[in-house]
């Protein structure tokens, strides 16, 4: 007989035709019933990290062919992954395995039409999850995007935004790379999304600035990165300061501030 992802449920093993089974129910038209599921998934995700990963990875892959699970869904998947990458063990942090997640989390972020969405969110929580485990392998799967021929460049700036936020003593050592890319993009952001871009400096300043406080060294502000900061801070203060967006112009005075704070 054939489980719902076309597998023979002969040639997988009773644990992994239970974790199957749980990933279609987090698709289940009933809510109580999808909370379960996904509450099960989790607390599987120390003990069977890769059985759950591969089977999540599956679902998502059916479904974009048949087209047939709605965002919800997915999503709900994809914030099931994140929470596996961060659960298990080092021992099963097998880099093959967390490039071909991060490839299946760039794969969802182009199925995304609308900005800011649910599925969106939870897409780009799998990257930084996968980003705390292997923050290099996170930003070449991210580079390797830019300047977003088929990512929106938006999407993975905020992305990158919160990996900062949320680990920045293992972002800020990475910010060089991260500038030489994001700065030439800069001169072509629309209006309505300069508020993003800003607010994703300002994560990336206060990532420096615990990763100074934390490790006592000023070292990490080379020449290089306060001359790309500064450009940034000019573009900021002069040529989008005159933004018609309020949540843009509300976006610059935070750089009035760290712009003060590299002087």
């Known amino acids: 007989m054939a489980s719902s992802d076309g597998t023979s449920s002969s040639s997988v093993s ?4 239970v974790i199957q089974v749980l990933v279609a ?3 289940d038209s009933s809510l109580a019933v999808q909370e379960a599921a996904a509450a ?15 089977c999540c990875a599956t679902s998502l892959r059916a479904g ?3 087209s047939g699970q709605p965002g919800s869904h997915r999503a709900g998947l994809l914030l099931i992954m994140a929470h596996t990458v961060r659960e298990m063990s080092e021992e099963e942090v097998d880099p093959s395995l967390m490039r071909k997640v991060a490839k299946v989390a760039m794969a969802e972020l182009t199925m995304i039409k609308d900005l800011n969405s649910e599925w969106q969110h939870s897409a780009s929580s799998l990257i930084v999850a996968l980003g705390s485990r292997l923050p290099d392998m996170m ?5 390797n995007q830019l300047p977003g021929t088929t990512v929106p460049v938006t999407v993975l700036v905020q992305t990158l935004a919160e990996f900062a936020t949320l680990y920045a003593l293992q972002f800020a050592p990475r910010l060089k790379n991260v500038l030489s890319r994001a700065l030439p993009i800069l001169g072509g952001v629309k209006d309505s999304q300069r508020s993003i871009y800003a607010n994703a400096i300002t994560s990336w300043c206060e ?4 990763f100074q406080e934390a490790t006592q060294s000023p070292s990490l502000l080379g020449g290089d990165m306060q001359a790309m900061l500064h450009s940034a801070f000019d573009l900021f203060l002069s040529s989008w300061v005159a933004s ?7 976006a610059w005075q935070q750089q009035r501030h760290w712009a003060n704070w590299w002087v």
Do not use: Y
């Open 40 to 54: 099960a998934l989790r607390d599987n995700a120390q003990q069977n990290a890769v059985t759950v990963l591969e």
């Open 64 to 66: 974009k062919k048949r």
């Open 139 to 143: 930003m070449e799967e991210i580079f």
């Open 14 to 17: 009773p644990r992994t035709a």
């Open 25 to 27: 129910a987090v698709g």
């Open 244 to 250: 018609r967006d309020r949540k843009s112009r509300c």
């Open 207 to 210: 990532a420096i600035s615990q």
